[in-house]
């Protein structure tokens, strides 16, 4: 016994000598329990024995369920219990070279244990094969080890003096092959299994057996995973189904909006149009008043500035007056030293004086060129912000009429062609204009 493809067929070959039908595509080659006789060579000619090997078909078979595969070798154990056969041992294969032990591996075994019970297990030879395709040998026997030391693998059958044998089948393969039934044959005694007596005392239906059980437990956990699988489908299909209502809904409201006239389309272009243009007239004015706000700010800051100049002026004057006509006293009169020191005094804060009013004649030159230049900078900005308006609404003039036009050659109506050329060209002369401003004005500032 073991799962597909561990070698059962292979084995029987090499014992028996007999054509088997090994497979080696990746369906399951063996379908039905077969049955192979061997009579091993004895010295003595007392002991001609002929030895059966029975073939079993796996759980993991690729064409069949486990229902049927327990069906298959339960009807043909019964029915060599209900003839007196008993058998003599049952080798359990198991690939070596398998990196892990998966889940076909892991339902065979637990199989295995059902089919057997406990009782047997001293008749059980727990058999690893394919050591040819492990390299190097310890990768093997280290896997070995893990088998027999970890419970849920061979572990429980194996300790605890419950009998079970261990094998290699390696190297000579034919040979290993009959030693491996040899110790088997020679033992004395025989076994029965499991579901031989559960069938044969009290239970005769099949899912009552503890192999049975365990079928449908397996049988029951897949139910319950398709369930789920399906459930998971079935809102994936519901999403689905949404996503393209939602998408037909959508498809259906633009099919809608699209019957609609040429005519009732133009209407509705003009009145956004009018809307933006009405929208761009009140910034426009906007504009407009502020930048003659800021006009007048300028034309108020340079009167400011020409009455300070004025009086700044009208000291100097008087400044150097009174100077030249110190001097000039200075020149004339021989003052007493005292009235010299006076004098001087009085000179020196004139020149002070001065001084002072020459600096802060150049902060006030200083910060009325910096206020004109705030002006002037806010002056260019509200002049482009102007500009770009106008622009937009000759292009939106532009639209508008290519709009109506379109509209009067489609409807066959000369007035709404005349109106919307008339429109075309009056927005056309204003963009050229206001290219020809914007030219000029970038000549003018450089």
């Known amino acids: 016994m073991g799962i597909t493809g561990v070698g059962k067929s292979t084995f029987i070959e090499k014992v028996t000598g007999l054509e088997t039908g090994v497979g080696h595509s990746l369906n399951a080659h063996t379908r039905k329990a077969g049955i192979y006789a061997y009579q091993p060579v004895s010295s003595s000619p007392d002991n001609n024995r002929c030895v059966y090997l029975v073939d079993t078909p796996g759980f993991d078979d690729t064409t069949r369920t486990d229902s049927e595969v327990l069906k298959e070798i339960a009807f043909f154990l019964a029915q060599i219990h209900r003839k007196r056969v008993r058998l003599s041992g049952v080798i359990y294969l198991h690939r070596i070279n398998d990196t892990r032990v998966?889940?076909?591996?892991?339902k065979n075994l637990r199989m295995f244990k059902q089919l057997c019970g406990e009782a047997a297990l001293d008749r059980v030879t727990l058999t690893t094969s394919m050591w040819e395709n492990v390299k190097p040998k310890e990768i093997g026997e280290r896997r070995e080890k893990e088998l027999l030391e970890t419970d849920e693998f061979w572990g429980a059958m194996y300790r605890d003096g419950r009998g079970c044998r261990v094998?290699?089948?390696?190297g000579d393969l034919q040979a290993s092959a009959r030693q491996i039934v040899g110790q088997i044959i020679d033992r004395p005694g025989q076994t029965v299994l499991k579901i031989q007596y559960e069938l044969d005392h009290g239970n005769p239906s099949l899912d009552s057996t503890s192999a049975g059980r365990e079928v449908i437990e397996?049988?029951?956990?897949?139910?319950?995973?398709?369930?789920?699988?399906?459930?998971?489908?079935r809102e994936h299909q519901r999403q689905e189904r949404d996503d393209f209502a939602r998408q037909l809904s959508d498809a259906n409201d633009a099919r809608e909006s699209l019957k609609i006239s040429l005519e009732t389309l133009v209407q509705e272009k003009t009145a956004q149009y009018e809307k933006i243009l009405s929208d761009m007239k009140k910034e426009q004015k906007e504009?407009?008043?502020?930048l003659q706000e800021t006009r007048d700010e300028l034309a108020s800051s340079q009167n400011e500035w020409r009455e300070e100049e004025e009086d700044h002026q009208r000291t100097k004057a008087k400044y150097e007056t009174s100077t030249a006509q110190l001097r000039q006293q200075h020149t004339q009169l021989q003052l007493a030293p005292w009235q010299q020191e006076a004098l001087r005094r009085k000179l020196q804060l004139e020149v002070e004086l001065q001084r002072?009013?020459?600096?802060?004649r150049?902060?006030?030159e200083m910060a009325a060129m910096m206020e004109q230049r705030r002006i002037r900078a806010k002056i260019l900005k509200n002049r482009n912000r102007i500009q770009s308006a106008k622009m937009v609404m000759g292009f939106v003039a532009l639209v508008a009429g290519v709009a109506a036009t379109g509209a009067g050659i489609a409807t066959g109506n000369p007035i709404a062609i005349t109106t919307g050329a008339a429109i075309v060209g009056t927005a056309a002369t204003v963009i050229k204009q206001l290219d020809n401003d914007v030219v000029a004005r970038s000549i003018h500032d450089s």
């Open 356 to 360: 002072k009013l020459a600096k802060e």
């Open 362 to 364: 150049k902060d006030d």
């Open 167 to 170: 094998a290699r089948w390696e």
């Open 102 to 106: 998966g889940g076909s591996t892991m």
């Open 287 to 290: 504009l407009s008043d502020a």
């Open 218 to 233: 397996d049988i029951t956990v897949e139910g319950r995973r398709l369930k789920d699988e399906m459930a998971r489908l």
